[in-house]
């Protein structure tokens, strides 16, 4: 057989050594496509935690659109910052948008991490306590509201009418804890021994507990659950609003001490950023303070009030 290759063949052959079909661009075309993704990626992240040009300010982490983090739960916390947005913001050249989260944890570390600008749902021993915990870098930059924290009773009207030996739930973390047995000895009904911190005080530093009273403890946002089942409850008084309760049931309100002020904490990380120097502007505003003690908010009234001198 002869093993000369023929014309016709031979042509084609000699014209694909002439045409490039794409095999040598397949050879260098998919390491430059993946190069292309790598780059992508790198920028998604960048922007994803930096920020990009139309939402960041120069020099900034944070654009102009404020977003801040508080209780999911509490409609009065969210009136506050609707209020801001709306009466002070605006001044400044900014928005507030509050963002509700139930998880405090999620909520301080997306602060600490700067998803966030600011958080408003924390007074400086409950701060203390998530820090120390947890190793979060939080730093509180000041007081902006006090929450109403009061005894409610389905069963007895007043304070005085509660029985020796009532029972009484408390809420089951140390600083809301210690703010129910302060409201009881500044009440006059207990005591507590000498050298102790009312504000770290536990039922072991009562040194004299003149109702005779019985504490059970519950977790944060049972109260109105709750009420039923005891002689009386110390919670927060947007507790019981959120949930309906009857302002009737509310025996015993006093005004709340400033070492439980609300406070505006920013991720430490964040201090000196230009925009949360225009941040406290804002919450710091003359117009705050007078508002808090004159609105007529049904979702605010009665629930926060005006940081006290003391």
Do not use: C
């Not at 120069?58 to 508080?70: E, K, L, P, R, V």
């Not at 009440?187 to 000498?194: E, H, N, Q, R, V």
């Not at 109702?211 to 947007?238: E, Q």
């Not at 302002?247 to 006093?254: L, N, Q, T, W």
């Amino acid at each position: 057989m002869s093993t000369t290759q023929q014309p016709g063949k031979r042509a084609v052959d000699e014209a694909k050594d002439l045409i490039d079909l794409g095999g040598s661009r397949r050879k260098w075309l998919w390491p430059a496509v993946g190069a292309v993704v790598v780059l992508a990626l790198a920028l998604v992240l960048v922007l994803k935690f930096t920020g990009d040009d139309d939402k960041t300010v120069a020099g900034s982490h944070f654009g102009n659109d404020f977003q801040i983090a508080y209780q999911a739960s509490s409609a009065s916390e969210k009136a506050f910052l609707d209020y801001l947005n709306k009466e002070v913001a605006p001044d400044y050249g900014v928005t507030i948008e509050g963002v509700g989260i139930e998880d405090g944890n999620q909520l301080d570390q997306a602060t600490a991490d700067g998803k966030y600008i600011a958080n408003i749902y924390q007074h400086k021993h409950w701060l203390k306590q998530v820090t120390d915990s947890t190793g979060m870098e939080l730093t509180a930059l000041g007081e902006v509201f006090q929450w109403s924290y009061s005894v409610y009773s389905t069963k007895h009207a007043s304070l005085d009418d509660l029985p020796k030996g009532a029972t009484i739930a408390l809420l089951n973390d140390p600083a809301n804890t210690a703010q129910a047995l302060w409201i009881l000895e500044r009440a006059g009904k207990l005591t507590f021994k000498d050298g102790v911190d009312p504000w770290a005080a536990t039922e072991q530093d009562i040194a004299d507990n003149i109702g005779g009273y019985k504490f059970t403890y519950m977790g944060y946002g049972a109260g109105p659950r709750t009420l039923d089942s005891v002689d009386a409850v110390i919670d927060y008084n947007m507790s019981f609003v959120d949930a309906g309760t009857p302002e009737k049931y509310r025996i015993f309100e006093p005004d709340a001490p400033k070492e439980f002020a609300g406070q505006l904490v920013v991720g430490t990380a964040y201090l000196d950023d230009p925009q949360v120097e225009k941040l406290k502007k804002v919450f710091f505003d003359e117009r705050v303070q007078p508002y808090l003690a004159e609105n007529d908010d049904p979702n605010l009234s009665g629930q926060l009030a005006p940081v006290s001198a003391e």
